[in-house]
Nanobody, 119 residues
Framework: QVQLMESGGGLVHPGGSLRLVCTAS????????IGWFRQVPGKEREDASC????????NFAAFVKGRFSISRDNPKNTVTLQMRDLQPEDTAIYFC????????????WGPGTQVTVSV
């Protein structure tokens, strides 16, 4: 069974950028559609982006507004979420997960990485 681990979170100023990486172990990442979700404590987890197994299909939530891009490197077993023009409302814990069919339902969650956007 695939295990996922996020990295790349941190503290940035408004307008800044971060690159989050989801690394898989235990199975080939190429077998899975992968999603990036985020959650603010006390609020529902929301789906930010998803990429299909081949990388040809990429979905983004409306709140991304063209600021995020998603890519994958199957030989390296990684999926990357590049985020730019970050705003305080993007502050959350970001998780990667298996998201079969990119339907908004995640499983095999990683532990998450904190993203904080603050002056």
């Amino acid at each position: 069974q695939v295990q996922l681990m996020e990295s790349g979170g941190g503290l940035v100023h408004p307008g800044g950028s971060l690159r989050l990486v989801c690394t898989a172990s235990g199975a080939m990442l190429s077998n899975y559609d992968i999603g990036w979700f985020r959650q603010v404590p006390g609020k529902e987890r929301e789906d930010a982006s998803c990429i299909s197994k081949s990388g040809l299909t990429q979905n983004f939530a409306a709140f991304v507004k063209g600021r995020f891009s998603i890519s994958r490197d199957n030989p390296k077993n990684t999926v990357t979420l590049q985020m730019r023009d970050l705003q305080p409302e993007d502050t959350a814990i970001y998780f990667c997960a298996v998201e079969e069919g990119c339907r908004g339902i995640g499983e095999n969650w990683g532990p998450g990485t904190q993203v904080t956007v603050s002056v």
